[in-house]
């Protein structure tokens, strides 16, 4: 596993709400850890479905606003949702991100989706364009 980087250690989790929903993050300091913290914020303060739908309007306009827009894929997005709110269930409350991210390291691997994606599968455009479920294993 690469090392983790979390670009937004350094703002509370309000802050990195607004900065992101704002558009005002820098793209270099939004990484992969930085996306499930986003995941699980929203998942501390709605229903899975509300924060899945949040998450996924906030990528999407952040990444049309930085244009890279090309870069969105939709399966991924849900499938890390997904993974995320399994965790988050699983977990008892915990004081922060980084308590929750040591109980569940799993979820910063940006390898961990190939547990149940191909890669073939996963770099369709059908995947980019919409859901698909896994070809290899259920997401839980």
Excluded at 25 to 35: I, M
Excluded at 61 to 88: D, F, G
């Amino acid at each position: 596993m690469e090392a983790v980087q979390l670009g937004t250690a350094h703002l509370s989790d309000q802050k990195l709400v607004e900065e992101f929903e704002s558009c005002r993050l820098p793209t270099a300091q939004f990484h992969h850890a930085d996306h499930i913290r986003l995941a699980w914020i929203f998942l501390g303060q709605m229903t899975e479905a509300q924060a899945t739908q949040r998450i996924e309007q906030a990528i999407r306009r952040y990444a049309e606003h930085n244009k890279i827009a090309h870069l969105y894929h939709q399966t991924i997005t849900l499938a890390w949702m997904r993974l995320v709110s399994a965790a988050h269930r699983a977990s008892p409350q915990r004081a922060g991100f980084a308590e929750f991210a040591k109980l569940h390291p799993e979820l910063l691997d940006v390898q961990r989706l190939k547990t149940y994606y191909s890669q073939d599968f996963l770099a369709s455009p059908e995947a980019r364009a919409r859901w698909v479920e896994p070809d290899l294993s259920p997401l839980p």
